[in-house]
């Protein structure tokens, strides 16, 4: 079975597919005289009429055309899409047929830039997409005037997926890195990125130092031990003032920690991949601190984390992640 594009010459083939439909699936859902309303309104000039605006497809197997799909713009909306004439003969019903057809419409342009989708379903085609994942629009499960389900799906658009992506791709690298240069313009943005953050009533309590002179970086690399991203060409030192916020709460820990994460989303937006080397350093043996005083960082102020940037060497690793269930939940705590 291969799923295609509709061309006009397929008119009258979908055309008999959605009457033999209707006449022999729908037909036990729906009084007969409404069935033969519809059955005289699919006419292929009504179907060729409906390809002229949508995205229109057609599953076919050596037998012929066996189903059909479209997608096109939900009314007006350049943001929301909806589905048509999804039908599968009779023949091929439960063969994943249908679900063929609703994954390329998913994939179609219409759905990708889409931030909901609508199906006008019928009463027959209910549960199969509430098995796909529509749900009845803004809750409502009453029928509509021609006695069918307005089902819909949220999805992210792709443009508002990038951050979304960059987030879900971050890791943590902790192989070789190439040995070029990272320009300034870069760790400034990556800086920028950091101070954005946000931080408890403002304080504003996390300060950044990027280093990409070569002497000053094997200066401090060589502090390190065990050592870590001994081939990185730049790394930013994280710094953190230990400021109170209000009566006895400081949040200097969870500031530089939101710095340190929008930091690490910006280095990978922008092709590089570094690590949180936090706990290597502010061990016992305080090489935090010695890097501070190489960098001439006041008292008042601790070194807490460096982060190396450059263009890896090697395929990060993708650590073992627990499943989304396992840690996040609707309304109240689920984990049993
Ligand atoms: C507070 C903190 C301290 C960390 N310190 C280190 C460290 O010293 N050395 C290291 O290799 N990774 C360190 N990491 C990175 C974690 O090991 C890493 O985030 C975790 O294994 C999950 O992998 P991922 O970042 O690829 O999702 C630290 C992360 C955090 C949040």
């Known amino acids: 079975m291969k799923i295609r594009r509709f061309t006009d010459a397929d008119a009258p083939a979908v055309s008999e597919l959605i009457r033999t439909t209707l006449r022999i699936s729908n037909a036990k859902d729906y009084p007969p005289e409404m069935i033969e309303a519809l059955i005289e309104r699919e006419t292929p000039e009504h179907v060729k009429q409906r390809a002229s605006w949508t995205h229109f497809y057609v599953a076919e197997n050596e037998t012929g055309i066996i189903g059909s799909g479209a997608i096109g713009p939900y009314w007006d909306k350049q943001d929301e899409s909806s589905l048509f004439t999804i039908f599968v003969h009779p023949d091929y019903q439960g063969k994943g047929v249908g679900r063929a057809i609703i994954e390329t419409l998913e994939q179609d342009e219409f759905a990708l830039r889409a931030k ?181 960082v006041p008292d008042e102020y601790e070194l807490v984390c460096i982060l190396p940037i450059g263009v890896a060497e090697e395929e990060p690793v993708k650590p073992r992640k627990k499943a989304f269930e396992e840690r996040a939940w609707f309304n109240g705590f689920k984990n049993e």
């Open 116 to 296: 909901r989708i609508e199906i006008p379903a019928s009463i027959t085609g209910l549960p199969f997409y509430q098995k796909l994942g529509y749900t009845f629009k803004n809750g409502h499960s009453e029928m509509d005037a021609e006695r069918l389900y307005r089902l819909e799906k949220y999805r992210i658009p792709e443009d508002q997926r990038i951050l979304l992506k960059q987030i879900l791709e971050r890791r943590s690298y902790r192989g070789k890195y190439k040995n070029i240069k990272v320009p300034r313009a870069h760790l400034t943005a990556i800086m920028e990125a950091g101070l954005a953050a946000p931080s408890g009533c403002n304080k504003q309590t996390t300060s950044l130092i990027a280093v990409d002179d070569d002497k000053l970086l094997s200066e401090l690399k060589s502090v390190i031990d065990p050592p870590v991203a001994s081939t990185a060409p730049a790394m930013i030192c994280v710094l953190t003032r230990r400021i109170i916020a209000y009566r006895d709460r400081c949040f200097a820990v969870q500031d530089y920690s939101a710095a340190i994460e929008n930091m690490l989303l910006a280095i990978h937006a922008l092709g590089y991949q570094s690590c949180w080397y936090e706990g290597h350093i502010t061990d016992e043996d305080r090489i935090g601190y010695q890097m501070a005083q190489i960098l001439g």
